[in-house]
């Protein structure tokens, strides 16, 4: 099972990005899916979550501007981000809790991370 994380690069501030993370291999179900970042000297923080059923949840600093969704079908998450500022900057890290092999053996996966750069 792997988290294959994609959508990340340079963009001006204020502008959208959309982030994809898509979970391959085995999979019997997936829990909540997720995505963290990690600026240069900070710990590695939650930006939004979303559970199976569509649930979500936000980092205060990111309400209103970005938008988690998931499709269960493709195994895929996403991350919609819009009015993008500097202080976004991160390597972005997907996250997924998942079911997988004949044992159903339960797993906590990240994505290889992928960078968003922000420009003034």
């Known amino acids: 099972v792997q988290l294959q994380a994609s959508g990340g690069g340079l963009v001006q501030s204020g502008g959208p990005l959309r982030l994809s993370c898509a979970a391959s291999?085995?999979?019997?179900?997936?829990?909540?899916m997720g995505w963290y970042r990690q600026a240069p000297g900070k710990l590695r923080e939650l930006v939004a979550v979303?559970?199976?059923?569509?649930?979500?949840n936000y980092a205060d600093s990111v309400k209103g501007r970005f938008s988690i969704s998931r499709d269960n079908a493709k195994n895929t998450v996403y991350l919609q981000m819009n009015s993008l500022k500097t202080e976004d900057t991160a390597v972005y890290y997907c996250?997924?809790?998942?079911?997988?092999?004949?044992?159903?053996?339960?797993?906590?996966?990240w994505g290889q991370g992928t960078l968003v750069t922000v420009s003034s």
């Open positions: 979303i559970t199976t059923e569509g649930s979500t």
């Open positions: 996250n997924a809790g998942i079911l997988y092999g004949s044992s159903y053996t339960y797993k906590n996966y």
């Open positions: 291999g085995s999979i019997f179900s997936i829990n909540a």
